[in-house]
């Protein structure tokens, strides 16, 4: 008798894994300086050792001047090590550091493009409410553009809830 997994799906040899790791912390330091660090309690790194898979839980605190300014949460973040794109997949929490609140299906930061793109998004901030099918974020420019869809709520002071 052979036993099958139903709708396994094929890796190629680069695509499995080299090693993995359990309740794995990782920390990214420039120039000595903390930028940011991923806990999970799974990470898978490829044969190749590309791509870094990081599941069960994955948590980024992202650093500015040692401070903590982001804490993204997602079911899965894949870090290429090669280019330092990450994807985070979804669904996607996102708190900053003043309370700043954002949901996304999946978020993907491009580090040559300098920009972080994320796809059915929410983004909250006291009676503020902005959601669109898509954020990009450029950080050379300091643009953030909302597509499709976008829509703003805000509360009037002294208006009724």
């Known amino acids: 008798m052979m036993l099958q997994r139903p709708h396994a799906v094929e890796r190629t040899p680069g695509q499995l ?3 993995t790791l359990r309740g794995a912390s990782i920390v990214l330091r420039h120039h000595g300086q903390k930028q940011a660090e991923v806990r999970a ?3 898978e790194v490829s044969r190749d050792l590309r791509y870094a898979t990081f599941t069960g839980s994955p948590t980024v605190a992202v650093f500015d001047a040692g401070r903590e300014v982001l804490r993204i949460r997602g079911t899965s973040i894949v870090l290429d090590r090669q280019t330092s794109d990450v994807s985070v997949l979804g669904p996607v929490d996102v708190v ?3 309370g700043g609140r954002l949901s996304a299906g999946e978020a993907r930061w491009s580090n040559v493009a300098q920009q972080l793109v994320a796809q059915r998004v929410v983004m909250a901030q006291g009676d503020e ?3 669109a099918e898509q ?3 450029d950080i050379a420019s300091q643009v953030l553009d909302l597509s499709g869809g976008a829509d703003v709520a805000f509360r009037l ?3 009724k809830p």
């Open 17 to 19: 894994p080299a090693i």
């Open 41 to 43: 309690d799974r990470v």
């Open 96 to 98: 900053t550091a003043q």
């Open 129 to 131: 409410e902005l959601a």
């Open 135 to 137: 954020l990009t974020l």
């Open 157 to 159: 002071e002294g208006a």
